[in-house]
Protein backbone atom coordinates (compact mmCIF):
# COMPACT_ATOMS: atom_id res chain seq x y z
CA UNK A 1 0.00 0.00 0.00
CA UNK A 2 1.27 3.41 -0.92
CA UNK A 3 1.70 6.22 1.77
CA UNK A 4 -0.53 8.25 -0.05
CA UNK A 5 -3.68 5.30 -0.38
CA UNK A 6 -3.12 4.97 3.47
CA UNK A 7 -3.50 8.53 4.01
CA UNK A 8 -6.61 8.55 2.19
CA UNK A 9 -8.25 5.74 4.13
CA UNK A 10 -7.62 7.35 7.15
CA UNK A 11 -9.09 10.63 6.47
CA UNK A 12 -12.05 8.78 5.77
CA UNK A 13 -11.79 6.94 8.89
CA UNK A 14 -11.04 10.00 11.36
CA UNK A 15 -13.99 11.38 9.96
CA UNK A 16 -16.64 8.37 10.75
CA UNK A 17 -14.39 8.22 14.12
CA UNK A 18 -14.84 11.72 15.02
CA UNK A 19 -18.88 11.53 13.98
CA UNK A 20 -19.11 9.00 16.55
CA UNK A 21 -16.85 10.53 19.37
CA UNK A 22 -14.22 8.44 19.77
CA UNK A 23 -11.57 10.70 19.42
CA UNK A 24 -12.89 13.64 20.94
CA UNK A 25 -10.44 17.01 21.87
CA UNK A 26 -7.82 16.00 19.13
CA UNK A 27 -7.20 12.78 20.94
CA UNK A 28 -6.27 9.49 19.55
CA UNK A 29 -4.05 8.72 16.47
CA UNK A 30 -4.45 6.76 13.58
CA UNK A 31 -1.32 4.95 11.48
CA UNK A 32 -0.57 2.20 8.69
CA UNK A 33 2.27 0.25 7.61
CA UNK A 34 2.85 0.76 3.88
CA UNK A 35 5.23 -0.09 1.36
CA UNK A 36 7.54 2.49 2.08
CA UNK A 37 7.63 2.57 6.18
CA UNK A 38 4.58 3.81 7.77
CA UNK A 39 2.42 7.04 8.54
CA UNK A 40 1.22 8.30 11.13
CA UNK A 41 -1.08 11.06 12.61
CA UNK A 42 0.71 14.05 13.57
CA UNK A 43 -0.40 15.67 17.11
CA UNK A 44 -2.42 18.25 18.36
CA UNK A 45 -5.01 18.05 15.11
CA UNK A 46 -8.55 17.12 14.88
CA UNK A 47 -8.79 13.61 13.64
CA UNK A 48 -12.42 14.35 12.22
CA UNK A 49 -10.69 17.06 10.31
CA UNK A 50 -7.28 15.44 8.71
CA UNK A 51 -5.24 16.14 5.55
CA UNK A 52 -2.01 14.93 3.93
CA UNK A 53 -0.01 17.95 6.04
CA UNK A 54 -1.62 16.33 9.16
CA UNK A 55 0.33 12.93 8.03
CA UNK A 56 4.25 12.33 9.04
CA UNK A 57 5.70 9.77 7.22
CA UNK A 58 8.38 6.68 8.34
CA UNK A 59 11.03 4.70 6.91
CA UNK A 60 10.63 1.22 8.01
CA UNK A 61 12.84 1.76 11.27
CA UNK A 62 10.42 4.78 12.08
CA UNK A 63 12.63 7.11 11.27
CA UNK A 64 11.25 10.23 9.84
CA UNK A 65 10.76 10.78 5.90
CA UNK A 66 8.75 13.20 5.01
CA UNK A 67 6.12 15.88 6.75
CA UNK A 68 7.38 18.99 8.72
CA UNK A 69 4.43 18.44 12.17
CA UNK A 70 4.84 17.23 15.70
CA UNK A 71 4.64 13.64 15.60
CA UNK A 72 2.29 12.07 18.17
CA UNK A 73 3.86 10.90 21.77
CA UNK A 74 2.81 7.63 20.92
CA UNK A 75 3.87 6.61 17.63
CA UNK A 76 6.03 3.81 19.63
CA UNK A 77 3.28 2.33 20.70
CA UNK A 78 1.95 2.36 17.08
CA UNK A 79 5.12 1.07 15.90
CA UNK A 80 5.68 -1.68 19.06
CA UNK A 81 1.87 -2.88 17.85
CA UNK A 82 3.15 -3.11 14.32
CA UNK A 83 6.09 -4.97 15.15
CA UNK A 84 4.24 -7.74 17.25
CA UNK A 85 1.41 -8.32 14.62
CA UNK A 86 2.64 -8.72 11.77
CA UNK A 87 -0.55 -9.24 9.56
CA UNK A 88 -1.59 -6.00 11.17
CA UNK A 89 -1.40 -3.04 8.38
CA UNK A 90 -3.33 -0.47 10.39
CA UNK A 91 -3.20 1.01 13.79
CA UNK A 92 -6.34 2.84 15.25
CA UNK A 93 -6.13 4.61 18.50
CA UNK A 94 -9.62 5.85 20.39
CA UNK A 95 -10.36 7.66 23.56
CA UNK A 96 -14.08 6.79 23.41
CA UNK A 97 -16.16 6.85 27.04
CA UNK A 98 -17.12 3.01 27.23
CA UNK A 99 -13.10 2.24 26.84
CA UNK A 100 -12.03 4.93 29.10
CA UNK A 101 -14.47 3.90 31.97
CA UNK A 102 -14.17 0.36 32.12
CA UNK A 103 -10.53 0.04 31.64
CA UNK A 104 -10.84 0.98 35.13
CA UNK A 105 -13.54 -0.46 36.28
CA UNK A 106 -11.85 -3.55 35.71
CA UNK A 107 -9.08 -3.65 37.63
CA UNK A 108 -7.45 -6.97 36.37
CA UNK A 109 -5.24 -7.43 33.52
CA UNK A 110 -7.89 -7.83 30.82
CA UNK A 111 -11.00 -7.25 29.69
CA UNK A 112 -13.17 -10.92 29.73
CA UNK A 113 -16.26 -10.39 27.70
CA UNK A 114 -18.49 -13.45 26.66
CA UNK A 115 -21.81 -14.05 26.34
CA UNK A 116 -22.34 -11.33 23.09
CA UNK A 117 -22.93 -12.44 19.24
CA UNK A 118 -20.96 -9.13 18.79
CA UNK A 119 -17.93 -11.17 19.83
CA UNK A 120 -17.98 -12.99 15.79
CA UNK A 121 -17.10 -9.58 13.98
CA UNK A 122 -13.41 -9.68 15.77
CA UNK A 123 -11.26 -11.83 13.16
CA UNK A 124 -11.13 -15.50 14.47
CA UNK A 125 -14.09 -15.11 16.76
CA UNK A 126 -17.07 -17.58 15.81
CA UNK A 127 -19.23 -18.20 18.96
CA UNK A 128 -20.66 -15.62 21.46
CA UNK A 129 -19.79 -18.79 24.34
CA UNK A 130 -16.10 -17.91 23.93
CA UNK A 131 -14.43 -15.58 25.78
CA UNK A 132 -12.82 -12.49 23.80
CA UNK A 133 -9.87 -11.26 26.17
CA UNK A 134 -8.43 -7.64 25.59
CA UNK A 135 -4.82 -7.29 27.88
CA UNK A 136 -5.53 -3.76 29.88
CA UNK A 137 -2.37 -1.55 30.68
CA UNK A 138 -1.85 0.73 33.33
CA UNK A 139 -1.36 4.22 31.54
CA UNK A 140 1.97 5.43 31.24
CA UNK A 141 3.15 8.89 29.72
CA UNK A 142 6.66 7.13 29.30
CA UNK A 143 5.68 5.66 26.10
CA UNK A 144 8.80 3.57 25.30
CA UNK A 145 8.18 2.01 28.59
CA UNK A 146 4.52 1.29 28.23
CA UNK A 147 5.77 -0.20 24.43
CA UNK A 148 8.14 -2.46 26.27
CA UNK A 149 5.08 -3.88 28.71
CA UNK A 150 3.16 -4.60 26.27
CA UNK A 151 6.22 -6.51 23.98
CA UNK A 152 6.96 -8.43 27.44
CA UNK A 153 2.96 -9.28 27.58
CA UNK A 154 3.56 -10.31 24.04
CA UNK A 155 5.67 -13.13 24.65
CA UNK A 156 3.51 -15.18 26.69
CA UNK A 157 -0.14 -14.02 25.70
CA UNK A 158 0.43 -13.30 22.32
CA UNK A 159 -1.85 -10.21 21.52
CA UNK A 160 -4.08 -10.59 18.85
CA UNK A 161 -6.86 -7.77 17.64
CA UNK A 162 -6.28 -4.79 20.18
CA UNK A 163 -4.94 -3.48 24.00
CA UNK A 164 -7.01 -1.04 26.23
CA UNK A 165 -4.80 1.47 28.36
CA UNK A 166 -6.23 1.67 31.69
CA UNK A 167 -8.34 5.26 31.86
CA UNK A 168 -6.75 6.33 28.67
CA UNK A 169 -8.39 4.30 25.20
CA UNK A 170 -8.06 1.36 23.09
CA UNK A 171 -5.73 0.82 20.25
CA UNK A 172 -7.10 -2.06 17.64
CA UNK A 173 -5.51 -3.35 14.41
CA UNK A 174 -6.49 -5.09 11.55
CA UNK A 175 -5.08 -6.38 7.90
CA UNK A 176 -6.75 -3.67 5.78
CA UNK A 177 -8.89 -0.39 6.68
CA UNK A 178 -12.20 -2.24 6.56
CA UNK A 179 -11.32 -4.74 9.11
CA UNK A 180 -9.72 -2.34 11.31
CA UNK A 181 -13.11 -0.31 11.04
CA UNK A 182 -15.05 -3.68 11.79
CA UNK A 183 -12.81 -4.37 14.72
CA UNK A 184 -12.87 -0.71 16.62
CA UNK A 185 -16.33 -0.89 15.91
CA UNK A 186 -17.43 -3.85 17.14
CA UNK A 187 -15.19 -3.38 20.35
CA UNK A 188 -16.54 -0.14 20.84
CA UNK A 189 -20.52 -2.04 20.70
CA UNK A 190 -19.32 -4.59 23.20
CA UNK A 191 -17.73 -1.84 25.74
CA UNK A 192 -20.54 0.20 25.57
CA UNK A 193 -22.90 -3.33 26.49
CA UNK A 194 -20.36 -4.75 29.08
CA UNK A 195 -20.44 -0.98 30.73
CA UNK A 196 -24.24 -0.94 30.90
CA UNK A 197 -24.09 -4.31 31.91
CA UNK A 198 -21.85 -3.50 34.59
CA UNK A 199 -23.96 -0.79 35.68
CA UNK A 200 -27.38 -2.61 36.00
CA UNK A 201 -25.99 -5.91 37.23
CA UNK A 202 -23.90 -3.99 39.97
CA UNK A 203 -20.16 -3.27 39.43
CA UNK A 204 -18.68 -4.27 42.45
CA UNK A 205 -19.67 -8.20 41.92
CA UNK A 206 -17.90 -8.01 38.43
CA UNK A 207 -14.81 -5.64 39.05
CA UNK A 208 -11.42 -8.08 39.41
CA UNK A 209 -9.08 -7.67 41.91
ZN1 LIG B 1 -4.08 8.36 23.56
Known amino acids: MHNNTAISELIEAGKWISQRGWVPATGGNFSARTTTGFVVTASGFDKGQLGTHTFIQLDHNGDRSA????????????????????????????????????????????????????????????????????????????????SLLVSDHHLHTPIEYAVLIRGHGLYVVGRDIREVRRHLEGLEFLFSCELERLKLEGISAEAKV
Open 67 to 146: GSAKPSAETELHLCMYKLIPSANFVLHTHSVAATVLSRVVKGHSLDLQGYEMQKSIAGNTSHLDTLSIPIFDNDQDIDRL
